[in-house]
């Protein structure tokens, strides 16, 4: 269990400040492409030039962080892999800022608690000394849950509950529409399934190319594609972009 019982569950002081993006990916544009203004004013609103990239949701450190950095370091900042440094720990003590990628879920969240990183993100970015950013699995963790995610369970880490910047769920890459051909489950029956247990959260649905972003008790749609929440009992709801999400926090 997380050291803090049901995640606090999000201090109403707190001054988190972070982006979470649906992917990284969006059909149409390079990588990150259709998320540069959104990173590009967050971090620099927030006087950040150092980004630690976090690359434990693949395996290939070394290829995903240099990926990244060819991306972001041509838009003015330095982006440096957490696998780098000797003490992660430490490293995120130090840091202003991270950015957590996408990739395997489960992978995700079991390093980051073998690190020990999950309270100390959690805390730093509570009281406004860390900026988060993340994408796909990395917007993921940084809800309530993992339960809602796409990945196959291909590790299990010790517990579901993340590190909860957000009080709901998430489902990145969110799809509705279904092809006539297909006869399987489709995500919102998936994701219905989940409403109908006693520990469910309202569970936001981000298209590709959707952005939230987190400003203290503040949460806004942003990106180029909206979004869909899921509530028990209820219809679901669809938003677009510029809408006002803060009640969910």
């Known amino acids: 269990m997380l050291a803090k019982s049901g995640l606090s569950t999000i201090r109403m002081q707190s ?16 990588l990150l492409e259709f998320a540069k203004q959104e990173i590009c004013n967050f971090l620099s609103i927030n006087n950040v030039r150092e ?11 070394n290829g995903y962080t240099k990926k990244i950095a060819d991306v972001i370091d041509p838009w003015g900042f ?8 000797p003490d992660p720990a430490n490293a995120i003590n130090s840091a202003k800022a991270i950015f957590i990628g996408g990739g395997n879920t489960f992978l995700l969240l079991h390093r980051l608690y073998e690190k020990n990183l999950v309270n100390i993100i959690r805390d730093k970015v509570d009281d406004g000394s860390l900026i988060y950013m993340g994408s796909s699995a990395g917007t993921n963790v940084a809800t309530i849950s993992i339960h809602t995610t796409n990945d196959m369970p291909i590790i299990y880490p010790p517990t579901f509950e993340a590190i909860g910047i957000v009080p ?25 399934e989940y409403m109908e247990m006693s520990h469910a959260k309202p569970v936001l649905g981000m298209h590709e190319g959707c952005i939230l972003h987190v400003n203290a008790n503040q949460l806004t749609l942003k990106g180029i594609s909206g979004a869909v929440l899921f509530q028990k009992s209820e ?14 926090l």
Do not use: W
């Open 15 to 30: 001054k988190r400040q972070a982006l979470l993006l649906s992917s990284s990916n969006c059909h149409g544009y390079g």
């Open 235 to 248: 219809m679901k709801t669809k938003y677009d972009v510029g809408a006002d999400l803060s009640f969910l």
């Open 78 to 85: 330095s982006v440096k892999g957490l696998h780098t440094f």
């Open 51 to 61: 980004l630690i990239f976090i690359p434990y949701a693949q395996n290939d450190f």
């Open 168 to 192: 709901f769920n998430i489902n990145p890459h969110y799809i509705d529409k279904v092809d006539e051909t297909h006869k399987g489950e489709t995500r919102d029956q998936r994701i219905g």
